[in-house]
């Protein structure tokens, strides 16, 4: 029966994991059939005994008009076919953004630094996932790390590490992703990264974590999390103007907080991504030769709450400007 639940949770956490992406994904579509199909208030204008079909159309208080064609009945009986299909799609539409309000979802553009951003995440991806694996203590090189996210297999690497890095990939991909970056950094999107990051590790992967944990190297314990005191906690950090300050304060509180039962300091780091990514300020990872200091200050600051040493070394040595 126990395993039955766990089963059951774990089935539920996925499909709320995607449930933005899938939102976003339907959104896409139904704008992209709707400017597709020949809909709206019909007018037909006589020129030279020739009769021709303007739509009218009314978007955001805007009135638009989109020449349709030369009248004909086929032409208008398909035209008030259409007009059926788009009333539904329209009112699925209006459902979609009730429900993206819940993950703090604005609809607009990308700008243009952002989207330079997003590019320059992605031509570093490789890099950064190996960074944090290593930081992880996986075994692994660039060339196989590069390999296993582009869907190649590698020899003589524990599954575990491999899923780890796979998992990595996903989280990475799902920050990525516009309707995600055009969401505000919160606790949903953090609790989904760290779902991503433990997938197929732990039953509980993306809920704050109900079990004490032991730190290695310190005898720091830090309390079980609450939910109310953590969205609070992040809410006070997510409201700092500076979206850099915002991104290292926010990855230095989870990592103490210890807010899940395990990849804490990975779903830190690419939650601070979120936040710089959705801003155009860059990226931050750990260099591979830097890790032996970062861990040292993390202890430190783990016993002393005192940041400034920790977050002056990811200010200097870890952040990447585009």
């Given amino acids: 029966m126990i395993d039955l639940i766990s089963c059951i949770m774990k089935v539920h956490m996925m499909e709320s994991n995607f449930a933005l992406i899938a939102l976003l994904d339907e959104k896409e579509n139904i704008e992209t059939r709707l400017s597709s199909l020949l809909h709206g208030t019909m007018q037909i204008r006589e020129r030279a005994n020739n009769r021709y079909v303007y739509l009218y159309n009314r978007e955001d208080g805007i009135l638009t008009s989109k020449y349709a064609g030369v009248y004909s009945e086929e032409l208008n009986s398909q035209i008030l076919e259409n007009n059926k299909e788009a009333k539904g799609l329209k009112q699925r539409l209006r459902s979609i953004r009730r429900d993206l309000k819940t993950f703090d979802y604005i609809d607009r553009e ?180 830097k890790v032996s200091e970062y861990k040292r200050l993390l202890i430190e600051f783990y016993e002393t709450s005192d940041k400034k040493k920790i977050a002056a070394f990811l200010k200097k040595n870890c952040y990447q400007r585009i």
């Fill in 110 to 289: 990308i700008p243009e630094r952002v989207a330079r951003n997003i590019d320059f995440a992605r031509r570093s991806l490789a890099n950064s996932i190996f960074r944090q694996a290593v930081l992880e203590g996986v075994a692994t090189t660039y060339s196989d790390t590069e390999a296993i996210i582009e869907g190649g297999k590698v020899n003589g690497m524990p599954a575990g590490d491999v899923m780890k890095i796979v998992n990595l990939k996903h989280a990475w991909d799902f920050i990525l992703n516009r309707g995600v970056l055009l969401t505000r950094s919160n606790f949903n999107i953090l609790s989904n990264i760290n779902s991503l990051v433990e997938e197929g590790f732990y039953y509980s992967a993306g809920r704050l974590r109900s079990v004490p944990v032991d730190i290695g190297g310190t005898s720091y314990k830090p309390p079980l999390p609450i939910e109310t005191a953590v969205k609070e906690n992040l809410a006070d950090i997510l409201s700092i103007a500076d979206p850099f300050e915002r991104a290292i304060e926010a990855c230095l509180y989870i990592m103490r907080a210890q807010l899940f039962i395990d990849g804490n300091k990975r779903t830190a780091i690419i939650f601070a991504n979120h936040i710089l990514i959705a801003n155009g300020l860059g990226l931050i990872a750990i260099p591979e030769e």
